[in-house]
């Protein structure tokens, strides 16, 4: 027996067969498989798994995992194509794929499980609380539960901070070898990476462009942590190191001021504080570049972008991301002429504004 509802919802679904729920579910659904991936990071899954196969039986066993929970949790990864199988049933073995081997090992140098397990362990508990971040416009991490904040106290004990930092350098990495390889950096002889973290940015650039004399400026904290890679990387010749707060003192002066995913956290009084700061470093001819997952002009296009919007709304109540119009209409504001977007990888692009 049918209701006049079903038979309504059957005429919807005869007269515009393009309209698939699968998309809604997929998406209501998503944590599921979201939550799978990053314990499996967390449990370091792809780490065990490093240039061996194994038996889920074994796997499960080191990882100190309940029988029950072995076959559907490993089965689940290799459905999800982040792990493959070799056979069928107790005996099968499991082993990373191509992808997995490079990115989620965390022996590997391109790892990017950093920012998995930073997402697993803080921010999949705080985007709970979304419907309350939108409709106070308040932050809703460790801050609302009267904790300091996880900045403030990673800056605090220099070994977590470094293990942050070589955490997050993962994602950080496929931007930076992008804008090495595609932006011309023929006319510029210095560059100055602000929030320059590891000194990733300006290792990178100097690695393609011997020409270039780079700066890594950050918190005081931070310095000895670069000049350490910038040593391993043997650039310390070419890549040097300052320090300071940004919004106390003027930054170092370069024919080329690059932020990378720095400007979108911060509120837009600061964001104009610092594309100012950039101006008055840069000489005529200089440029400006912000790497960000820059959401499109029309707002329509990087999901992606957007939601890292939300999640400054999150973790920091009045920072946000934005385009490049956006970024444009600021730096016109400050005096910037002539401006430009590349993109990158994935999601994030480089804005850029010349003096």
């Known amino acids: 027996m049918t209701s006049d509802f079903d038979g309504v919802n059957q005429r919807v679904l005869d007269t515009n067969p393009q309209l698939d729920p699968g998309p809604i579910l997929q998406t209501a659904f998503a944590f599921w498989s979201s939550k799978v991936l990053l314990t499996a990071v967390e449990l370091g899954v792809f780490t065990k798994l490093a240039n061996r196969r194994t038996t889920g039986t074994e796997l499960g066993a080191e990882l100190g995992l309940h029988p029950r929970a072995v076959s559907d949790f490993f089965d689940a990864l290799v459905a999800m194509r982040f792990l493959e199988r070799e056979g069928d049933g107790p005996s099968a073995k499991y082993f990373n794929t191509p992808a997995s081997a490079l990115y989620l090992d965390s022996g590997q140098p391109r790892y990017v499980g950093g920012i998995l397990v930073m997402l697993n362990a803080r921010l999949f508990k705080f985007w709970h609380d979304l419907p309350e971040a939108l409709?106070?416009?308040?932050?809703?991490?460790?801050v609302k539960h009267g904790q300091k904040g996880m900045f403030e106290e990673l800056y605090e004990e220099l070994p977590r901070l470094e293990q942050f930092l070589g955490a997050m350098t993962g994602l950080s990495r496929i931007n930076f070898e992008a804008l090495a390889a595609k932006y011309d950096f023929s006319k510029f002889k210095t560059l100055c990476d602000i929030g320059g973290a590891t000194g990733l940015l300006c290792i990178e650039v100097a690695k393609a462009h011997p020409h270039l004399q780079c700066i890594s400026f950050d918190l005081p904290p931070?310095?000895?942590?670069?000049?350490?890679?910038?040593?391993?990387?043997?650039?310390?010749?070419?890549?040097g190191t300052a320090s300071g707060d940004f919004f106390k003192i003027p930054l170092p002066k370069a024919d080329i001021i690059t932020m990378g995913m720095i400007l979108h956290d911060w509120n837009l009084e600061k964001k104009m504080h610092l594309i100012r700061a950039a101006y008055d470093a840069l000489p005529a001819g200089g440029a400006l570049v912000a790497i960000e997952a820059l959401i499109d002009d029309a707002r329509r296009e990087n999901v992606f972008g957007l939601l890292m919007s939300l999640n400054m709304l999150i973790e920091f109540g009045d920072a946000f991301d934005y385009s490049g119009a956006d970024f444009r209409k600021w730096c016109e504001e400050v005096g910037f002429k002539r401006f430009d977007v590349i993109?990158?990888?994935g999601a994030s692009s480089a804005a850029i504004a010349y003096k």
């Open 135 to 142: 409709r106070t416009g308040k932050p809703q991490n460790e």
């Open 222 to 239: 931070v310095e000895p942590i670069a000049r350490k890679h910038i040593a391993a990387a043997g650039l310390s010749d070419r890549v």
């Open 343 to 345: 993109h990158l990888a």
